[in-house]
């Protein structure tokens, strides 16, 4: 069974490219959640959702940032016109509706966005 | 708006020693979770210890272990015979029991075991 599979694991971009990072949830799994880790800090909360729907973006950038989790395929992050401050490390977790609580969110492995 | 608090940005402590890193979190709510986890260099979040805010008990988890105050909103990770291993950031956690589950972390605490 494997874990939540985020790719790519290193992601670079020029400033104004668009960049696409990808989590697949751990089978079952219907609840995913982006965190975003910037150098030296915690992770930030960013968006929550469920399979074709969105439940909370309040930590998500107003512009150019934006997330779907269709009802096939991965949860994709969306950033657009990237900037240097974009640099960070993003994560997605997973976890079964009404479980996190109990086991705890199972996290990816993370991408590490690096714009130049 | 819930925040949680680790004070101690780096530490560090002799192998097979034993370490305590602070939390303090912030919350009006009386039903709430509270997690470590750790986050060696391969950049993984691991889940350590759990605590539910309801339980009295404080958990252990091998190693591990959590002073939980919730009077003085503290929730401390102990760790006992520290292991080259333990090297890592460690997160402290917070997780209000709502409708879904949306975690706060803690800025973090850079723990380095020195052999």
């Known amino acids: 069974n494997a874990g939540v599979m985020q790719n790519p694991r290193h992601l670079v971009r020029r400033r104004g490219q668009e960049a696409r990072l990808r989590c697949s949830p751990m089978?079952?799994?219907?609840?995913v959640y982006w965190y975003r880790q910037l150098p030296e800090e915690g992770l930030k909360f960013m968006v929550y959702?469920?399979?074709?729907?969105?439940?909370?973006e309040s930590g998500m950038p107003k512009e150019r940032f934006s997330a779907e989790f269709p009802k096939e395929g991965p949860s994709i992050l969306r950033i657009q016109q990237v900037v240097r401050g974009d640099s960070a490390a993003y994560f997605c977790?997973?976890?079964?509706?009404?479980?996190?609580?109990?086991?705890?969110?199972?996290f990816g492995s993370g991408t590490r966005l690096t714009v130049v | 708006a819930q925040t949680v608090t680790q004070s101690q940005p780096e530490m560090s402590v002799q192998e097979a020693e034993t370490v305590t890193l602070s939390c303090t979190y912030d919350?009006?709510?009386?039903?709430?979770?509270l997690f470590w986890y750790k986050q060696p260099p391969s950049r993984q979040m691991i889940l350590v210890i759990r605590?539910?805010?309801?339980?009295?008990q404080n958990a252990t988890e091998n190693r591990f272990s959590v002073n939980f105050q919730k009077a003085a909103k503290s929730f401390s990770l102990k760790i006992s015979d520290s292991q080259l291993g333990d090297t890592a950031m460690y997160f402290c956690?917070?997780?209000?029991?709502?409708?879904?589950?949306?975690?706060?972390f803690g800025p973090g605490t850079s723990l380095s075991v020195i052999p």
């Open positions: 977790a997973s976890s079964l509706p009404g479980q996190g609580t109990i086991s705890g969110y199972t």
């Open positions: 089978k079952g799994h219907s609840h």
């Open positions: 959702l469920q399979k074709e729907n969105i439940i909370d």
């Open positions: 919350t009006s709510e009386s039903n709430y979770y």
């Open positions: 605590q539910e805010a309801y339980k009295q």
């Open positions: 956690a917070f997780m209000m029991l709502t409708s879904y589950d949306k975690v706060i």
